[in-house]
């Protein structure tokens, strides 16, 4: 199924061929630097189960990215609901993950805003939050150029202490 389209994108649910450029892209070290560690095929293959599993359910979520000119998977954007123990959880979260031959192309701006706007038009969601490691400093571009505002900065709960990628940035639209 296609959720929307952008101008260069189409959102849609993940299809078999997706798997290994899903995998490719969740092990891609550069990619995943601003996470915790990168995911074995077995984890990523989990993960693209359960985002079509809640695109099912919930009718979005973190939906397939494919860039129309190719007709190639590129990525992830959307939203999950993130539950870890924090003041501003549970919450809607939109995110983004894209592969790095497509990076620095407006992408995941395009990507998120198209989210949005599905969103706005097709769900009841009504608040919307982001966040990542203060240094991942493109996403925080991303949230920034999709007129969400910083409203604080939080230690993620799930990494250790010392950890370079705990202290986090809390965006809301």
Request: charged share 20%; glycine share 4%; aromatic share 14%.
């Amino acid at each position: 199924m296609i959720y929307f389209e952008t101008k260069r994108l189409i959102a849609r649910d993940y299809l078999q061929y997706d798997y290994i450029p899903f995998a490719e892209l969740n092990a891609d070290l550069d990619v995943m630097k601003h996470f915790p560690n990168a995911l074995t095929t077995k984890e990523s293959n989990a993960l693209l189960d359960r985002n079509q599993q809640e695109l099912a359910l919930l009718g979005y979520g973190l939906f397939a990215i494919e860039e129309k000119s190719s007709g190639d998977f590129i990525g992830f954007t959307g939203f999950h609901e993130t539950n870890f123990e924090a003041d501003f959880t549970p919450c809607l979260e939109i995110g983004w993950r894209l592969k790095k031959s497509v990076w620095n192309q407006g992408y995941a701006t395009e990507a998120a805003l198209g989210c949005i706007d599905f969103a706005q038009t097709h769900t009841t969601i009504e608040e919307i939050y982001s966040f990542t490691a203060q240094l991942n400093q493109p996403s925080e571009q991303v949230m920034k150029k999709i007129n969400f505002f910083k409203i604080a900065y939080f230690d993620h709960p799930a990494l250790p202490a010392n950890h370079p990628l705990k202290p986090h940035v809390l965006y809301k639209l």
